[in-house]
């Protein structure tokens, strides 16, 4: 156990002369036989111990990914770039343990001559003209709403139970959703393979994964198995698929991993809005610092830029929601009844009182009135769209957030169909946000998911039952993860982390001993838990239901809220302008870049249906592997004004980095920075202007109350005989006075007071 969580030598031989364990040799040798026992019995194809027919533990799957670790070698050379290959199975298997011959070297050099036929890489000779991908019909790659609707009400739900609130008692959305499922999904136990030392990315590497792959499952009595990776890896594999080579045809069909496609998502989100005041709105809020900021908005970060989409979401749907109530008041209506308001409470004091079946049944009643509830959002959202651009850029945000619940919602519950709908929904914001790469493999492979239904129908149910995914634990419920995730969190993690392979990546022996010996210390770590009974210890509720992190979630959903009404919220109809606009910095949008931000989605999808008409049906009159010109979305970021163009570039003006240059160039010239320091060192005045010219917007009662505070404010102006002069706010008289006074022009004209007072504020 110390062996698998640690991998400290020294730790072990301290706990072995104190008597409490074996020494370090013997679990070296230990370790060493397990190993060579494993790779003698598998006769030329590695089968992992726990595998042993489909017939009685069911199909498996596997993923592939590139393991990457840059050693400190002394030229730079002989890193370790190679590809890590997991296989999944799902349920328990009852195996015998069978006696396993103790070697009595204690030299690694007993596994190096107990290498697998097929651990040498298989050349892939790539025919002279790429194939076509398979004819893809158009209609099957279209969303189908019904499908999401169940989950948009759920998450509905959600947000509707948290607004209705004395004390936030409502927890996550991970958590609430936690909580209140019921899935059942069979437990995973992940299996590592060997290494193939050689670049992930080359055709023969994955080529000979596949082939390995393969051999497994025919071994296992599989006749076709599911292999899942990220994009880069996809691409290639079915580039080789496609040329169809008698190994592989009918044996394999790949997929694209859940967890790329979530963070390619999040990163088009980020290119729509970061500089549409999304950045500006988790940075000055203090929310999030600018650096995680930015990362998380191109989607390298996936747990914190999921969090951060769910806290602004909700912060903007509070807002779009005030919006709402005021719409509907001056109808004489309201969003929910008072049963429903009444209902929404109990399920607050539900989760506070942790009674999960009032929690369900409360809710279940308030589901039954939500079509009532959706008519009436439908009825302001159309109204504010036709009003304002900013609303329908927004509006269009909060679509985007819903959808990334959904896309996560679909593996967290293994709903298949719900997976497969969600992927047709992404593919217009991979169209507008350039990610051209997944906006031209996703119908390809949402064609071959539906396609298995026919061809291999065994496949296609066992993804329907959940294998599409990973469950790793039963403590709770909404808890499975993509495939291509939970190779990232077993052996990319493992092996990089306290008892991996960091130190001997180089050393064939001992490399290959951790891999082939892996599954065996975590049975031994989970033999130690029980005997511990650590579980039952161990906390039994979701992170994010803990009192701790409700009240940090509700405290920056505030902030943002607070943020965007100081400035402007897109959503309310009475001050939101008609223009598209920034609404952290009331930057106006240009001609161009409101066009593009105001129909991305109309756009990607045409874009999307031209694709496919033109290069994926069977009378194609372009081919699949034609360039494809780049979609060029305008954003704020393409007003900031030009210094320099040419045919090949264009310089920009960034007043940042002006003011960083102009510093260094300061020092380099020994010039006095008090001197330097004298000017702006900016194109126009920062404190006034954008980089593009426009005028900065600001809050005016800032100003009004720093006045205030350095000057007597007096209520009736004194006689004086020294030359004055007297500024009046005419508009601000008129907006104190009461609104009846003059309801419109012809009662303004009637009025004495009102006549006298206009044209006082007049003059």
């Known amino acids: 156990m110390i062996h698998h969580e640690f991998g400290s030598k020294a730790l072990i031989n301290k706990l072995h002369m104190m008597g409490h364990c074996v020494s370090y040799d013997e679990v070296r040798q230990f370790l060493t036989s397990v190993a060579a026992d494993q790779l003698q019995r598998s006769k030329g194809v590695y089968i992992p111990n726990g595998l042993t027919r489909t017939t009685e533990h069911g199909i498996i799957d596997a993923a592939i990914d590139n393991f990457d670790q840059n050693?400190?070698?002394?030229?730079?050379?002989?890193?370790?770039?190679?590809?890590a290959i997991v296989v999944y199975r799902r349920g328990d298997v009852a195996t015998a343990h069978n006696p396993i011959p103790r070697i009595p070297e204690r030299s690694l050099h007993a596994l190096d001559s107990c290498d697998l036929d097929n651990e040498e890489v298989q050349r892939y000779i790539k025919p002279g003209r790429r194939s076509e991908p398979p004819a893809v019909l158009p209609q099957i790659l279209k969303s189908d709403r019904t499908k999401a609707q169940a989950a948009e009400g759920q998450d509905l739900l959600w947000k509707v139970s948290r607004i209705m609130k004395e004390e936030q008692r409502i927890p996550g959305w991970s958590a609430f959703n936690?909580?209140?499922?019921?899935?059942?999904?069979?437990?995973?136990?992940?299996?590592?393979?060997?290494?193939?030392?050689?670049?992930?990315?080359?055709l023969s590497t994955i080529y000979t994964a596949l082939l390995q792959l393969t051999q497994l499952a025919q071994e296992l009595g599989q006749r076709h198995i599911l292999v899942t990776a990220d994009l880069a890896i996809y691409s290639k594999a079915q580039q080789i698929m496609w040329s169809k080579p008698e190994a592989l045809d009918g044996k394999i069909t790949m997929r694209i991993g859940g967890m790329h496609v979530t963070m390619a998502f999040l990163a088009s989100i980020g290119k729509v809005y970061a500089d549409g005041g999304l950045f500006d709105m988790i940075t000055e809020s203090g929310v999030y610092a600018d650096a995680t900021a930015q990362q998380m908005l191109q989607g390298k970060q996936l747990t914190r830029g999921v969090r951060s989409i769910k806290v602004v979401s909700e912060a903007l749907f509070r807002l779009f929601w005030m919006a709402l109530d005021s719409w509907l008041n001056k109808k004489g209506q309201s969003p929910l009844s008072a049963e429903q308001e009444h209902l929404l409470r109990d399920v607050q004091h539900a989760f506070h009182g942790n009674n999960q079946v009032s929690a369900r049944q409360f809710l279940s009643e308030v589901e039954t009135d939500l079509p009532d509830l959706r008519r009436k959002i439908q009825q302001f959202s159309e109204s504010g769209v036709q009003q304002s651009a900013t609303f329908k850029y927004w509006l269009n945000f909060l679509k985007g957030a819903d959808l990334l619940l959904r896309m996560l919602r679909s593996e967290r519950e293994a709903n298949f169909d719900l997976h497969l709908n969600c992927m047709s929904e992404a593919i217009p914001w991979f169209r507008a946000a350039g990610r051209m790469n997944y906006a031209k493999y996703m119908p390809v492979y949402i064609a071959e998911m539906k396609a298995l239904e026919k061809s291999q129908p065994d496949s296609y149910k066992f993804m329907r039952e959940g294998g599409f995914v990973v469950r790793r634990s039963d403590e709770r419920n909404f808890n499975c993860v993509a495939t291509d995730q939970a190779l990232e969190q077993t052996i990319n993690r493992e092996g990089k982390g306290q008892g991996g392979i960091i130190g001997f990546t180089l050393r064939k022996g001992a490399l290959k001993r951790w891999l082939i010996t892996r599954h065996v210390t975590s049975e031994y770590c989970d033999a130690m838990?029980?005997?511990?009974?650590?579980?039952?210890?161990?906390?039994?509720?979701?992170?994010?239901?803990?009192?701790?992190?409700?009240?940090?979630?509700e405290r920056e959903t505030i902030k943002i809220?607070?943020?965007?009404?100081?400035?402007?919220?897109p959503f309310d109809l009475e001050k939101v302008p008609d223009e598209l606009i920034n609404i952290t910095s009331g930057q106006v949008a240009s001609q161009k870049v409101a066009k593009d931000l105001s129909s991305f989605l109309e756009d990607g999808e045409k874009l999307n249906a031209n694709f496919i008409d033109e290069r994926l049906k069977s009378d194609r009159p372009k081919s699949f592997?034609?360039?494809?010109?780049?979609?060029?979305?305008?954003?704020?970021?393409?007003?900031?004004?030009?210094?320099?163009?040419s045919k090949s570039k264009k310089l920009q003006m960034d007043s940042d980095v002006l003011f960083r240059r102009l510093l260094a160039v300061s020092k380099q010239r020994d010039v006095s920075l008090e001197n330097v320091m004298r000017h702006e060192l900016a194109a126009v005045p920062p404190s006034l202007f954008y980089d593009d010219g426009a005028m900065r917007k600001t809050t005016k009662a800032d100003l009004a109350k720093k006045l205030e505070s350095v000057v007597e404010v007096m209520q009736e102006l004194s006689d004086t005989t020294e030359k004055s002069a007297y500024f009046i706010d005419g508009m601000a008289m008129l907006q104190s006075l009461h609104d009846s006074a003059f309801q419109t022009f012809r009662s303004t004209v009637l009025d004495p007071a009102a006549v006298s007072l206009s044209s006082g504020s007049t003059a």
């Open 529 to 553: 838990t029980e005997l511990c009974d650590a579980a039952a210890h161990a906390p039994k509720s979701h992170k994010e239901h803990g009192a701790a992190r409700m009240d940090r979630d």
């Open 178 to 202: 936690a909580y209140l499922s019921t899935s059942d999904i069979p437990l995973t136990t992940v299996q590592y393979m060997p290494f193939i030392r050689a670049s992930p990315s080359d």
């Open 71 to 83: 050693e400190e070698t002394l030229d730079g050379k002989n890193t370790t770039h190679s590809m």
């Open 561 to 569: 809220m607070e943020f965007v009404q100081d400035r402007q919220n």
């Open 625 to 645: 592997w034609d360039p494809e010109k780049r979609q060029k979305l305008a954003t704020f970021t393409d007003m900031i004004a030009c210094i320099a163009t």
